[in-house]
């Protein structure tokens, strides 16, 4: 009873809950405490400064050296005054986390030292980028990148302990200037369906200037004791569990949904909250998921890139804060087999510097007029391009949870509920062509329908990969563990894409047959209605009925990642990239070449752990248990007790058949995993995706089955039940 598995146990038995000290005043005291926010730029920077730094984030206009000196001066200043001594450079690379070198303001003049830091430390540092994913857009002994800041983000300070240092949101690129993170894509795809968005606005109101994205993210994670996560090796090195017999108690009967928040993770929430909004990032929910041990949260809406950084922000501080607490956690999609995976549901919209939410039924029949344009726009653009947002979203974790009637299957469709669904067949069946004056007609038809909508009496529909939700639609295909600005550039580019062209045949159909505005508009509409009608479903997305019915309309079932990522290899998905200046052919290839090498990683790590879990811990404890079994055997048939020795006899059978076979099938992984190495890439992770996971199922199974047959007190890794349930 003395293995690691014991004394993990004793020890998450014996945790007590941290107390968590906070400043005991209300939220609004202390949010952005932390973030040069507006207050903070008024305060410290010159009235000049200031207005030049808020025309570059409104407008995209280039920053002056001048201003930018006073900017980091000022910077400096506030950081110093909250106790920081170093700056860094906070950036996004292509690994899917942050990355961040320090610098101290010090230095030396002399003898002695100041603190300085400059307008060029600001607005451009020089980072070695030879250890970083790159898909061959540099080669290896070019090691030079820079990192370059991003104004429309806030800098912030970070506190670890007692140490508190400057972070810079930044871009990061090549020395030739190519994109080497998820951010500069992402502003490029958010300044480009602004711009598009915005020609589209003034058919119907000239009074805005500005047209945005914005995003609600909704992260699930597990959090576990961090001794039981120690003494899973597969945990450690892969964030998920390769074997584990299901416990008696799973998620069965939702005990756990929206329960009482279990004392120390609420402990471990409190503190997480309190740095989060001294950060600025504005958390509204938290609550128990579905499985044990699962757990959500999710801030107010933001300005998409905003949001973007606060959903990086936030994982790191999870991850930081979790440990203080004795706990881990686990962002992996499907860190469990036959329990709730892990998803982050993304909630995009657009809105106006006007104040209007552009997928907001209005009041008007112009302005639901304006309301159906965006969302029609949008749902013809999925309907053309759902293989690339699928694309965006494939990796080794998400291939575990999709499709797992947990989470929408990989076949991408719109949900728009059966209100909607009866306005788009009004449209349909009005609009004729020629009808010139009927515009306004069928524009208020739409405004008497609208208003039903406005009490949202349509269900929401869990199972829909894309689905509107009474004033945005919510993409929930993205893993836990994703950077959303990748499923984000994709979808931005996308409806951009589609908005552009919306406008040229508009205005082509309004010069050609000299329609009005709103007739023009209504008859492209409608077209765009008809051609998109194959992407909308309104059932069950986890019934066979629908794999068969999807089939027969011709749409994708990208069931693999390497089949999903495909798609960015694509002439006609590269095209809407490169068309709109979001990425560049070499910055795709890279793209595709790194998530390929990232998904053959993940899988070669995971048969690499398995193979040592099995053969070093799985196997000595049967062999242990077996050989016991034996000696068992032997005396039951020396005492000539026939009944039992049978019995024993049957067990001892089962459990050898199953040692045997688990060891066989070990090592014919292995041997298989190894042999991939001389294929490509793309070769190799198909391999992995048809070959080697269907090994780990096979092992699995025979692990699995020796859990429940060797004696409990032999078993040398933590059970699920244990796992799962121990707080």
Known sequence: MDNFRFQALAMAMSRQKIRVETVGQRISEYFGCNVFNEEAMRKFLSAEAYLSIRNSIETGSKIERSIADQVAAS??????????????????????????????????????????????????????????????????????????????????????????????????????????????????????????????????????????PTLGWEQEYFLLDEALFYARPDLLATGRTLIGHASARGHQLDFHYFGSIPERIYACMLELEYESFKLGIPLKTRHNEVAPGQFECAPIFEEMNLSVDHNQLFMDLLERIAIRHKLRVLLHEKPFMGINGSGKHCNWSLATDTGRNLLAPGTTPRKNLLFLTFFINIIKAVHEYADLLMASCASAGNEYRLGSNEAPPPIISVFIGSHLTRVLDEIEERVHKGAIDEGTDIRMEIHKMIPDL?????????????????????????????????????????????????????????????????????QVLKRYIDESKKVLFEGDNYSEEWKEEAKKRGLSNLATAPEALDMLASKKYRAVFTANEVLSVKELNARYDILLEQYNQRFQTESRILEDIILNQVLPAALQYQKRMAETLLSLQQLGMKREAESQQALFTKLSEHIMALKEETIQMAEEAKSLDALSPRERAEAYSRRIRSRFEKIRHHADRLELLVDDALWPLPKYRELLFIR
């Not at 406005?454 to 894309?466: A, G, I, L, Q, V």
């Not at 004033?471 to 931005?492: D, H, Q, W, Y």
């Not at 409806?495 to 000299?514: A, C, I, P």
């Open 454 to 522: 406005m009490k949202d009496n349509t269900d929401r529909n869990r199972t829909s990969p894309f689905a509107f939700t009474g004033n945005k639609f919510e993409l929930r295909i993205a893993g836990a563990s994703t950077n959303c600005a990748l499923p984000m550039t994709v979808l931005n580019t996308i409806v951009g894409n589609q908005l552009r062209l919306f406008k040229e045949e508009v205005d082509s159909l309004r010069e050609e047959t000299e329609e009005k505005k709103d007739a023009a508009i209504l």
């Open 75 to 212: 910077m400096q200043a506030w950081a110093i005054s909250k106790g920081a001594t170093h700056f860094t450079h906070w950036f996004q690379p292509l690994t899917g986390s942050t990355a961040e070198k320090h610098d101290t303001f010090f230095m030396l003049t002399g003898s002695k030292g100041i603190e300085s830091f400059s307008g060029d430390a600001l607005v451009q540092q020089e980072s070695d980028a030879s250890s970083f994913p790159s898909g061959g857009i540099r080669s290896t002994f070019e090691a030079r990148g820079y990192t370059a800041w991003d104004p429309s983000s806030p800098a912030f300070i970070m506190e670890i302990d007692s140490g508190k240092t400057l972070c810079i949101p930044t871009i990061f690129v090549s020395y030739n200037g190519e994109a080497l993170d998820y951010k500069a894509p992402l502003l490029k795809s958010i300044h480009m369906l602004s711009s598009a968005a915005l020609n589209v606005c003034h058919y119907f109101d000239k009074h805005v200037n500005r047209v945005y």
